[in-house]
């Protein structure tokens, strides 16, 4: 399973971003899928998750009512709409895919970072 990920960048606080993450692969549409974000010097941390239909999601109490996860089942991406973001949302954004995903520690399969700064 490959994870591509992409939209990260540089943003002024209060401003907003679309993260994207296409799978490849031997992905399986039963895959749940999901973000991590880590700050270097600390812990890779769960952002959000959305189970194989989209009907559940997941969000950390440090983003929820701010980042909406999504995917488009039939071209195997996953989406993380971040709105009123702010500088301590800065860090590398891991795509993830996996049944372990739901879990909200770990996953199956990891994609590259994509590098998000809020920063004015």
């Known amino acids: 399973v490959q994870l591509q990920a992409s939209g990260g960048g540089l943003v002024q606080p209060g401003g907003s971003l679309r993260l994207s993450c296409v799978a490849s692969?031997?992905?399986?549409?039963?895959?749940?899928m999901g973000w991590f974000r880590q700050d270097p010097g600390k812990a890779r941390e769960f952002v959000a998750a959305?189970?194989?239909?989209?009907?559940?999601?997941y969000y950390s109490d440090t983003v929820k009512g701010r980042f909406t996860i999504s995917r488009d089942t039939a071209k195997n991406t996953v989406y993380l709409q971040m709105n009123s973001l702010k500088p301590e949302d800065t860090a590398v954004y891991y795509c993830?895919?996996?049944?372990?995903?739901?879990?909200?520690?770990?996953?199956?399969?990891w994609g590259q970072g994509t590098q998000v700064t809020v920063s004015s």
């Open positions: 959305i189970n194989w239909s989209g009907g559940t999601t």
């Open positions: 692969g031997r992905f399986s549409h039963t895959y749940a």
């Open positions: 993830a895919a996996g049944n372990k995903v739901l879990r909200r520690s770990t996953a199956d399969y």
